[in-house]
């Protein structure tokens, strides 16, 4: 059993993932073939979305988005310190400053609550994550956000085919990232990222901005931008998957119920908001002594996941914002207690049976 069953999904879609690559190679359109055009329109349709940009991966989405709102050192930019490292990497890359809040202890987002007392005149934006594939609340967040003139950029890494209140994931705010990293709920076979808007100015200046401020042609540039494309053998990959994906998103809401009946009643489970439908990029347990049940899974060959075993504002990268352990308790908390088990929408049904019975052994000699 795997964590994520990545071999199973290529085995599953071979003939079209091999015929979509096999074109390409062949065209030798390795550049902005139109795979990529063709992606960005399906994905912006499929959240909603006037705009899909594709670019080289989740970090550069976050760069990028960043890089279109003119952001001067020192500016401030409020985030979750419950992410991956790059939500706030992408900010202090750019000399903008990350201001942390604690996040809301059900969902793991960043807490709304918590966002206007970390407002000073500096502040120009909010980057909210949809952490493990749940939607944060954007109806409060955007609500404060235009009250103050701020920005927001949805970080819609884990959370593609998500919903909020009926809306897609990536489509929630002024802009939204995502990526497609493999083990992503929509992966493809290396790096790659995709921005979303509904702002025409937006999406051309990220158009120009991914490919070296490019103006009319490829020899006239405009503004400093980068070489952050979404490779086409990329997007045929993940054109193939992507006619499998609401399939995908059913079979994962599947298991993460079956888990939610019959894991040991002690467990705490993933609380979802009632106007959520999550993605499942995990299904995240909360224990005590994570690290005993940790070893007794690994030794029944049940493979499981930290995420995230330190938070953004204990990292030493970002040492010198001179965050203290104990500044945000929530996420300590949580960082301590969570534990991933096997999620994918190939998860066999007798694996998944394995995976609750060990559990279920475990918790009745412990108690
Ligand atoms: C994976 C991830 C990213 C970065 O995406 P890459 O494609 O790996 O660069 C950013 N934010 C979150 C929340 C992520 O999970």
Redesign the pocket.
């Known amino acids: 059993m795997n964590f994520i069953e990545l071999t199973r999904q290529y085995e599953a879609y071979k003939t079209e993932i091999d015929r979509r690559m096999a074109a390409v190679i062949n065209g030798s359109r390795f550049i902005m073939g139109e795979e990529v055009a063709e992606l960005e329109t399906k994905l912006a349709d499929f959240v909603g979305a006037n705009y899909g940009i594709g670019c080289a991966?989740?970090?550069?989405a976050?760069v990028l988005s960043l890089m279109t709102y003119d952001l001067q050192p020192g500016d401030e930019i409020i985030t979750t310190p419950f992410?991956?490292f790059?939500?706030g990497e992408a900010i202090a890359l750019l000399k903008a400053k990350p201001v942390f809040i604690d996040i809301r202890p059900d969902t793991y987002n960043i807490d709304p609550a918590k966002i206007p007392a970390a407002i000073t005149s500096r502040t120009r934006g909010i980057i909210a994550?949809d952490?493990f594939g749940q939607c944060a609340d954007y109806d409060e967040i955007n609500t404060i956000a235009r009250s103050k003139k701020l920005f927001v950029i949805e970080?819609a890494?884990?959370s593609l085919g998500a919903e909020y209140k009926g809306r897609k994931a990536g489509n929630l705010a002024d802009i939204g990232c995502t990526?497609?990293?493999p083990a992503?709920p929509l992966g493809c076979f290396g790096?790659?990222?995709m921005i979303f808007t509904n702002d025409e100015a937006k999406a051309k200046l990220l158009r120009s901005l991914r490919m070296h401020g490019s103006g009319g042609n490829k020899y006239d540039n405009v503004r400093v931008g980068l070489n952050s494309r979404l490779d086409t053998l990329q997007a045929a990959i993940l054109l193939a998957k992507f006619a499998h994906f609401p399939e995908e998103i059913h079979l994962r809401n599947g298991k993460a119920e079956i888990y939610n009946a019959r894991l040991p009643q002690t467990i705490q489970r993933p609380v979802v908001l009632e106007h959520n439908i999550p993605v499942w990029a995990q299904y995240s347990i909360r224990v005590k002594k994570r690290e005993q049940l940790q070893k007794f899974l690994t030794t029944n060959n049940i493979p499981t996941a930290i995420h995230y075993p330190k938070p953004l504002h204990l990292q030493p990268a970002f040492a010198a914002l001179g965050y203290k352990a104990g500044a945000f308790p929530v996420t300590e908390s949580i960082c301590a207690e969570i534990l991933a088990l096997p999620m994918s929408p190939f998860l066999l049904p007798e694996e998944q049976k394995l995976i609750i019975d060990r559990m279920g052994f475990y918790f009745k000699l412990s108690g």
Not at 57 to 60: A, C, E, N, R
Request: hydrophobic share 40%; no cysteine; net charge negative.
């Open positions: 991966s989740g970090t550069d976050l992410t991956f790059a939500t994550v952490i970080d890494a884990q990526s497609f990293f992503k790096d790659g990222g």
